[in-house]
Each structure stands twice: as structure tokens, then as C-alpha cells.
């Protein structure tokens, strides 16, 4: 069955240092693969999202993500963050048989100044 | 720009009660989504549709009814609130399945006592 697992719950770094947020998937087939974010008090947004071509896909605020079928990992990356990225990420694979979206249970990202 | 709107905000009942969550989108989009959002738990799908008149049912359905009058309103029922369903609650709206941007209303927090 597909899954998402997003393996760290809650990450903390430091402002203006790099970021990377884990995603492990399992699917079967060929994978649509999304990165939201949840800033408090508000609903999901997109960031970035990937099907194929260039496994190093870009997204909003510097964000990029990185496609490996090898490892079934879809992981979010950004050089540099800033204490407005303090959020919740989420890690979502669609599910093309069943037309649905899995959720991995997302990361709760902190940057401390 | 996308708009999904939901209402409430914020809904308090008690065990056994009545409630309705409403959810409009204004950008014509095909399907529309219900999830629930619990800590540990990313966002669950507990019914979806692709269409005025239809349904179609989620990963977790029981204790929930929902129904699409239009291609704008999507509500979800809860006929006989438990505890257990205290959650915050998500509707989403896409274009269609699969590579589809979704689009996420603010939520409604739902606190049955």
C-alpha cells in the first residue's frame, strides 16, 4: 500500500542556516510527489511539486526538493532559512489509482535566532 | 487565485450533537476534499468528490456523511458527534486528480465535549 513517512517530528536550526526536511515514500508506480507548508493558524500551501524530469525540482522562498527513485526519498532542501519558515511541513504523495493524496505526518520546523 | 472558505472557524458541541461544516471554493474546481488533521496523524481524507452529486469515500469515513449540492459546496455531517472527532478540519479543492495543485481552506476547529 502507499505510504509517506516523514522520520523527524519536530526540527530545530538555527536562523540562516541550511535545512533539510526527510520524505520517504512507497508506491508502486511512478510517483506525484508534493511539498506543503503550514504556517500557524492557517491552511496548507503548496511549495513545490514533482512527476518528472530533472529530479531537483524548485519551489517558493528558496525552497527545492529532491526526487530519488533509488531510495523512495522526495527530500526538502533550503541553503539558508529565515525565522518565517518556523512552520509545519508536509510530505504528500498522490495516489494515481485511487485518485486520493497521502500525508506523511508532517515536520514541525523551529529556527532560533 | 483559488479561494476555499469554510465555516465555522471554530465549533464547540457536545457528545451525541448535530453538526455541519461548510465548505465553498470559487474557482470552479472539479474535485473537493475533507480531511482531518490530528497530531501524529498528517491529514486524513474522510470523504471526497469529483462533482455536484458525488461521493466518494476516504481512509477514514465512519461516523461522517458528506454531500456536494453544487460544484461550489461541499459539506460535511456529523450526525451524532463523538469525542473522537474532535479535530481540525480541512477542505480542499483541485482542478483534477493526481498532479493537481491542491487548494486548503483556514480550517475549522471542532471540539465535541
Known amino acids: 500500500a502507499q505510504s509517506v513517512t516523514q522520520p523527524d517530528a519536530r526540527v530545530t536550526v538555527s536562523e540562516g542556516a541550511s535545512l533539510q526536511l526527510r520524505c520517504k515514500y512507497s508506491?508502486?508506480?511512478?510517483?506525484?510527489l508534493f511539498w506543503y507548508v503550514q504556517y500557524p493558524r492557517q491552511g496548507l500551501q503548496l511549495l513545490l511539486k514533482?512527476?518528472?524530469?530533472?529530479?531537483v525540482v524548485q519551489g517558493v522562498n528558496g525552497f527545492e526538493a529532491e526526487f530519488s527513485k533509488s531510495n523512495s526519498s522526495f527530500h526538502l532542501r533550503k541553503a539558508s532559512v529565515h525565522w518565517s519558515d518556523s512552520a509545519v511541513y508536509f510530505c504528500?504523495?498522490?495516489?494515481?489509482?485511487?485518485?486520493?493524496?497521502?500525508f506523511g505526518a508532517g515536520t514541525r520546523l523551529k529556527v532560533i535566532a | 487565485e483559488a479561494a476555499v472558505t469554510q465555516s465555522p472557524r471554530n465549533k464547540v458541541t457536545v457528545t451525541g450533537g448535530n453538526v455541519t461544516l461548510s465548505c465553498r471554493q470559487t474557482?470552479?474546481?472539479?474535485?473537493m476534499y475533507w480531511y482531518r488533521q490530528d497530531t501524529g496523524h498528517g491529514l486524513r481524507l474522510i470523504h471526497y468528490?469529483?462533482?455536484?452529486?458525488?461521493?466518494q469515500i476516504g481512509d477514514v469515513p465512519d461516523g461522517y456523511k458528506a454531500t456536494r449540492t453544487t460544484q461550489e459546496d461541499f459539506f460535511l455531517l456529523l450526525e451524532l458527534a463523538s469525542p473522537s472527532q474532535t479535530s481540525l478540519y480541512f477542505c480542499?479543492?483541485?482542478?483534477?486528480?493526481?498532479?493537481?495543485?491542491?487548494?486548503f481552506g483556514p480550517g475549522t476547529r471542532l471540539t465535541v465535549l
Open positions: 508506491y508502486s508506480g511512478t510517483p506525484y
Open positions: 504528500v504523495l498522490s495516489d494515481t489509482g485511487n485518485y486520493k493524496y497521502v
Open positions: 474557482n470552479s474546481h472539479n474535485y
Open positions: 514533482y512527476y518528472s524530469g530533472d529530479p
Open positions: 468528490s469529483y462533482g455536484a452529486g458525488n461521493l
Open positions: 480542499a479543492s483541485s482542478e483534477r486528480q493526481n498532479y493537481a495543485e491542491q487548494f
